[in-house]
């Protein structure tokens, strides 16, 4: 199918959780035309696959044909004996839904004063105010009918019911209260610290509901002003002048496979000759990592970083690429004997969390975040593993993503930098102690076994990878794991940890800056890199409404225009802002 030369209002690049949201929104009116390009695959409620479908996500974000297969980052920026730089694959979506088709579900908001603080910082129009207003939009609560929650939204958001919860999990949760931290119902209502009941968005079948599904229903997608292209990746932005009119689109290798295509001439050295798709506005929506990369492929970005590829420069705008954020991850996991474990392998396995507020330097208040995991993975050795996540909610550590290349196929360089900052290193290290504190304590003799540290390190990626060789070595070894007896302590140290031990590394603080240091990871919350902020903020990329600073036609619209990270997942997040950017975009059409 050809698009050369056509026109449409809107043209919206990337259709992850922004850009289907996004296109649902601007469709709602009749008079202006949407084409919503994807470079993955269309995912529809009647064809999708059981692994993205179930509400156990243990498997989806590990699918290849889930991800773009080529990305590797570097991760640490910790500053160790011998620091850990070696590229690692960093799991992001590439399907219609993007992350939210592939990620675990998690419906947290983050606390008011996040959105002030991106108004503080030069984002004009946000506060805490203005979040609330469109997060009340986004969702049909199933729990709560108050304040601080919608009820006819396109996103059901419901609390894991306690009959559901694993022993394990539900034993976690009482030593906490032991410990003087409070229960909570809503972890979206009041902020404060406290333990709550994980909040998921399933549907009422209990299933995944992605923003391809949630905002493009088969209503909105007979739409006739609505056209959706899947299977095909924007090659460069187009220019006259100083405006950006639209976008060349190249086809994906799947996609020509499929139509028995032959490559032809390319753009900046790609085999198949591209289409252009003209429109009035352009709005980039590829992601915390790939819109800065389409910026600065196009010639929107450091010049001089831009002059050294031979990409011509249309704005020198040093912040394209800068303040990549990101939640820094490490882990503390046990054995849970048979009574400890969840039974139905369909059940969400991230089901209470503990928000806590660190109280160091002039991290705000629920800076700390700690998941409570009833099943680590898919396979029968992490259906035998709980695990506390422990993650920096409110991280200071800020890295970049550059070009390697200007060929549209090249993956960018991309460094997190993760405890650069030392404040994130410190709180980490202390979230670790604290965890491993809570397994350890004696309430929970009988419900779990060993306690160990953990990490997501290549050699877990790889043993993780669905396949039915990785099942059988798991299988055997988690059996080998319950008939172990009093050896069981010695196989998770000579198997699983490679002898590393809690007590050392608590009784050690420079193996514990070593451990957290280099096995840190995070929590595939990449954000930033188009950062809102005023016109004259050297480093901002777009002003409060996505508009990208001294190009016309140009909008950016998804997590990569944060200018400081929530303390959230950051899928509802970006739905908020999504849905206030649509408003904007929808008020400055009717004027």
Request: hydrophobic share 40%; net charge neutral.
């Amino acid at each position: 199918m050809r698009h050369t030369n056509t026109m449409t209002d809107y043209l919206i690049l990337g259709g992850g959780t922004a850009g289907c949201a996004l296109a649902a929104r601007l469709s709602e009116d009749p008079g202006k035309t949407v084409v919503l390009v994807e470079a993955g695959r269309d995912l529809r409620s009647d064809a999708m696959a059981d692994t993205i479908r179930t509400r156990y996500p243990g498997l989806a974000y590990l699918d290849a044909q889930n991800l773009w297969t080529d990305l590797s980052v570097t991760v640490s920026g910790a500053p160790t004996r011998e620091p850990n730089r070696t590229p690692r694959r960093y799991e992001q979506a590439r399907v219609l839904g993007g992350g939210s088709a592939i990620n675990a579900m998690v419906a947290n908001r983050g606390a008011p004063g996040d959105y002030d603080e991106w108004g503080t910082l030069g984002a004009e129009g946000w506060n805490g105010e203005v979040a609330l207003k469109y997060f009340r939009k986004l969702e049909r609560d199933c729990d709560f009918d108050d304040g601080y929650h919608g009820r006819s939204g396109p996103i059901p958001v419901r609390r894991h019911h306690p009959e559901r919860t694993s022993p394990f999990i539900a034993a976690v949760c009482k030593s906490l209260v032991t410990r003087g931290y409070h229960l909570h119902a809503d972890q979206n209502g009041e902020w404060t610290d406290g333990v709550f009941p994980a909040a998921i968005a399933t549907t009422d079948d209990g299933e995944r509901i992605p923003a391809s599904i949630a905002y493009l229903t088969p209503e909105v997608r007979r739409r006739p002003n609505l056209r959706i292209i899947t299977d095909t990746q924007a090659g460069v932005l187009l220019f006259e002048g100083a405006r950006v009119v639209g976008a060349s689109l190249v086809p994906t290798a799947e996609s020509i496979a499929d139509a028995g295509s032959h490559a032809g001439d390319g753009v900046n050295g790609a085999g198949t000759r591209p289409d252009r798709q003209l429109a009035a506005q352009t709005i980039v929506c590829c992601g915390g990592i790939h819109s800065s990369t389409l910026l600065m492929r196009s010639g929107i970005g450091p010049a001089a970083a831009l002059a050294k590829l031979d990409i011509p420069v249309h704005v020198n705008l040093r912040g394209v690429g800068q303040n990549l954020m990101e939640h820094p991850l490490t882990a503390v996991s046990t054995y849970l004997p048979p009574a400890s474990r969840i039974r139905d392998l369909r059940e969400h396995h991230d089901q209470a969390l503990l928000r806590y507020s660190s109280k160091l330097g002039d991290a705000p208040a629920g800076d700390m975040h700690i998941a409570m995991i009833g099943r680590t993975a898919w396979h029968a050795v992490g259906q035998r593993m709980g695990t506390l996540l422990i993650w920096v909610n409110k991280s200071y550590s800020r890295g970049s993503v550059s070009l390697r290349s200007s060929d549209y196929r090249a993956e960018p360089a991309v460094d997190f930098r993760l405890l650069s900052d030392p404040r994130d290193f410190e709180r980490l290290k202390q979230g670790f102690r604290l965890a491993a504190g809570i397994l350890r304590d004696p309430l929970l003799d009988g419900v779990r076994g060993s306690v160990f540290p953990t990490s997501y390190s290549e050699r877990v990626r790889k043993v993780s990878a669905p396949g039915a060789f990785n099942a059988l070595q798991m299988n055997l070894f988690g059996k080998m794991l319950d008939h172990a007896g009093g050896l069981r302590d010695s196989l998770v140290h000579q198997v699983i940890t490679l002898g590393l031990r809690v007590d050392e590394l608590l009784a050690d603080d420079a193996k514990l800056h070593e451990f957290i240091g280099n096995s840190v990871a995070g929590v595939w919350h990449a954000s930033g890199t188009c950062k809102m902020g005023a016109a004259g903020d050297p480093m901002a990329v777009t002003d409060g409404a996505g508009r990208v600073h001294g190009v016309a036609g140009l909008r950016v619209c998804d997590s990569s225009i944060m200018p400081s990270i929530p303390r959230a997942n950051t899928n509802m997040p970006t739905l908020m802002l999504t849905e206030r950017i649509a408003d904007l975009i929808k008020e400055e059409a009717a004027h």
